[in-house]
Nanobody, 124 residues
Framework: QVQLVESGGGSVQAGGSLRLSCAAS????????MGWFRQAPGKEREGVAA???????IYADFVKGRFTISKDNPKNTLHLQMNSLKAEDTARYYC??????????????????WGQGTQVTVSS
């Protein structure tokens, strides 16, 4: 019913920036909670940032003001501006949507739609 496609990943040096985008299509509702997650090999998938229908935002502590999540409802797009990237940011980044507000928006189990992910590699 909902398809999510991420783009904007790539390889950058530490301190660089990337802007990830998530294009949503299908039966998209602006009330959905949207989030960005990331997963490195051998590690748990962790929440990066989430935004709800009221544009309330939650960030993971490790963002430290470096990342900004935003959405463009008319275009059904979600963005993640990543600045001052660090080597530990290296991971595959996923866009996700939840049709109902999750108990924990930063935990993957609360989301029912996922993109295929886009790889972010930061070299130090």
């Amino acid at each position: 019913q909902v398809q999510l496609v991420e783009s904007g990943g790539g390889s950058v040096q530490a301190g660089g920036s990337l802007r990830l985008s998530c294009a949503a299509s299908g039966n998209v509702d602006s009330t959905y909670i949207m989030g960005w997650f990331r997963q490195a090999p051998g590690k748990e998938r962790e929440g990066v940032a989430a935004i709800d229908s009221d544009d309330s935002i939650i960030y993971a502590d490790f963002v430290k003001g470096r990342f900004t999540i935003s959405k463009d409802n008319p275009k059904n797009t979600l963005h993640l501006q990543m600045n001052s990237l660090k080597a530990e940011d290296t991971a595959r980044y996923y866009c996700a949507a939840a049709t109902r507000y999750p108990e924990d928006p930063m935990t993957w189990v609360g989301y029912n739609y996922w993109g295929q992910g886009t790889q972010v590699t930061v070299s130090s």
